[in-house]
């Protein structure tokens, strides 16, 4: 059975920084792309960023400059550094995945193609 775990959200100020994680399970990590996506309340998700197989990483424009996405194989985790933070950030973040393993950018834009999901973490981004 998939897993996605993740953890690191909370209430930061603007200008903060934030880590994210997600521990995968009951798939090989490696031989997936990953991404994560987030959602604000009344909002459609949005995707942020993904991270391939050999570690090419891309960006939603919302994000370039100030997010990083990292993966360790060995540890079957996910990153998300989170810098220079802004109230728009606020919203639940997910780590999401799909069953076809290896996606191109589009794919990975589209929210709607994702398979696997995991249940979130809060980021909250106040004054």
């Known amino acids: 059975e998939v897993q996605l775990v993740e953890s690191g959200g909370g209430m930061v100020q603007p200008g903060g920084s934030l880590r994210l994680s997600c521990v995968a399970s009951?798939?090989?990590?490696?031989?997936?792309?990953m991404s994560w996506v987030r959602q604000s309340p009344g909002k459609w998700p949005e995707w942020v960023s993904a991270?391939?197989?050999?570690?090419?990483?891309t960006y939603a424009d919302s994000v370039k400059g100030r997010f990083t996405i990292s993966r360790d194989n060995a540890k079957n985790t996910l990153y998300l550094q989170m810098n220079s933070l802004k109230p728009e950030d606020t919203a639940m973040y997910y780590c999401?995945?799909?069953?076809?393993?290896?996606?191109?950018?589009?794919?990975?834009?589209?929210?709607?193609?994702?398979?696997?999901w995991g249940q979130g973490t809060q980021v909250t981004v106040s004054a």
């Open positions: 999401a995945t799909q069953a076809r393993g290896s996606i191109t950018t589009v794919q990975a834009i589209c929210v709607a193609l994702y398979d696997y």
């Open positions: 009951g798939f090989t990590f490696g031989n997936y792309d």
């Open positions: 991270i391939n197989i050999g570690g090419d990483s």
